[in-house]
Structures are given as structure tokens and as C-alpha cells.
């Protein structure tokens, strides 16, 4: 009896994570997405690449976009040397570059429904053991600071950390993605 109850017991576990599985959104796809936007009210995060593909040594051009559509006409957040951390991944070759911020507090007024706008520049320092990704070289850090990605899959993820008036009280934390692709 015991037995047969176990194998009950895992068969309406196992139905419930199907049924479950089931009500999740499917994932996004996470080839050449060149927009995502994030909302949580009432806030939206948007990043924005204007290709899905660049040439080696073109341009790229990218921007984070955080919009506040609240009932105040304008507001101030809170954050860290700025508002917005980019990251950087290459995915064909698995290296990740990570974002640093100064920790000063700073206040940045926000009117609403006008973007603050950030160009996508590249930041990141030299590998550190742990931080992620295969080890690179300092020559490859060098290139990619200088802008000139060399070809392969890409991923720039944004994320902003702030807090209204004060980091007292409620915090917010978005994060988008976006890939494209650097060709020959």
C-alpha cells in the first residue's frame, strides 16, 4: 500500500510540473533580438539596438532608454555613479565582460513620459578568476574597449538599481537583454 501510494504521490507531482510548465510563458527567443523592454511600474527599461547584425569595425549603435510613467509630472532616483550598469558577453566565444560603478550617491531627475537616454559604451575590466566566462587577454580587453568587436554572437545586458528621492525606502532593479551579431 505504502508503495503504492509513493508512486501516486510522485505521479501527481510530476502531472503538476507538467501542468505548470505548461502556463509559463515560452522563453524569448534570444537570437538577434535587437529590442527589449522591461516594465515595473512605473518604469520602463528599454534597450534598443537599431541592427540585429553589424559589420567588423562599424559602429554600433545601441542605447538604454528608462522612461517614468508615474503620477508625479517628475521625480528624482537614486543610484550609484549612474544609473545604468551595461554588460557585455560574448556568447560565440563564451567571454563575459562585467560592468563597474562608482559608488558615489547621485540623484538624476526623471520627467515624465521623457527617456533618459544612455549610448551603449563598452565597459569592463581585465578577467578576474570567478567572475565568469572563459579567461581573455589584455589585447582582446584592448579591442573591445576601442570598440572594434571582433565577429561573433553578442550579448549587452542592462540593468538599473535605484531607489526614489532616496535608497531608503523601495528599490527598484530592471534588467534587458538584447543580442546581435558582428560579421566579416
Same mark, same amino acid.
Given at each position: 500500500?505504502?508503495?503504492?501510494?509513493?508512486?501516486?504521490?510522485? $505521479?501527481?507531482? !510530476?502531472?503538476?510540473?507538467?501542468?505548470?510548465?505548461?502556463?509559463?510563458?515560452?522563453?524569448?527567443? &534570444?537570437?538577434?533580438?535587437?529590442?527589449?523592454?522591461?516594465?515595473?511600474?512605473?518604469?520602463?527599461?528599454?534597450?534598443?539596438?537599431?541592427?540585429?547584425?553589424?559589420?567588423?569595425?562599424?559602429?554600433?549603435?545601441?542605447?538604454?532608454?528608462?522612461?517614468?510613467?508615474?503620477?508625479?509630472?517628475?521625480?528624482?532616483?537614486?543610484?550609484?555613479?549612474?544609473?545604468?550598469?551595461?554588460?557585455?558577453?560574448?556568447? !560565440?566565444?563564451?567571454?563575459?565582460?562585467?560592468?563597474? $560603478?562608482?559608488?558615489?550617491?547621485?540623484?538624476?531627475?526623471? !520627467?515624465?513620459?521623457?527617456?533618459?537616454?544612455?549610448?551603449?559604451?563598452?565597459?569592463?575590466?581585465?578577467?578576474?578568476?570567478?567572475?565568469?566566462?572563459?579567461?581573455?587577454?589584455?589585447?582582446?580587453?584592448?579591442? $573591445?574597449?576601442? $570598440?572594434?568587436?571582433?565577429?561573433?554572437?553578442?550579448? &549587452?545586458?542592462? !540593468?538599473?538599481?535605484?531607489?526614489?528621492?532616496?535608497?531608503?525606502?523601495? &528599490?527598484?532593479?530592471?534588467?534587458?537583454?538584447?543580442?546581435?551579431?558582428?560579421?566579416?
Amino acid at each position: 500500500m505504502k508503495l503504492l501510494s509513493i508512486i501516486g504521490l510522485t $505521479m501527481l507531482l !510530476t502531472a503538476c510540473g507538467a501542468t505548470q510548465s505548461q502556463q509559463e510563458e515560452p522563453p524569448m527567443s &534570444i537570437f538577434n533580438q535587437a529590442t527589449a523592454q522591461v516594465e515595473e511600474e512605473p518604469f520602463i527599461l528599454k534597450l534598443i539596438s537599431d541592427k540585429e547584425q553589424y559589420k567588423v569595425g562599424e559602429k554600433l549603435a545601441i542605447r538604454a532608454e528608462l522612461i517614468y510613467e508615474g503620477e508625479e509630472s517628475a521625480i528624482n532616483i537614486a543610484h550609484g555613479g549612474s544609473w545604468l550598469f551595461l554588460e557585455t558577453t560574448n556568447l !560565440t566565444e563564451d567571454y563575459h565582460f562585467g560592468a563597474a $560603478m562608482n559608488e558615489p550617491l547621485i540623484y538624476t531627475k526623471l !520627467t515624465k513620459g521623457q527617456p533618459l537616454v544612455e549610448d551603449y559604451g563598452f565597459s569592463g575590466g581585465a578577467y578576474i578568476e570567478g567572475q565568469g566566462g572563459k579567461p581573455y587577454s589584455e589585447e582582446l580587453f584592448q579591442q $573591445m574597449a576601442k $570598440m572594434n568587436f571582433p565577429p561573433g554572437q553578442y550579448e &549587452i545586458k542592462a !540593468t538599473t538599481h535605484f531607489g526614489i528621492d532616496e535608497i531608503i525606502g523601495d &528599490i527598484y532593479k530592471l534588467e534587458a537583454k538584447i543580442i546581435f551579431e558582428v560579421i566579416e
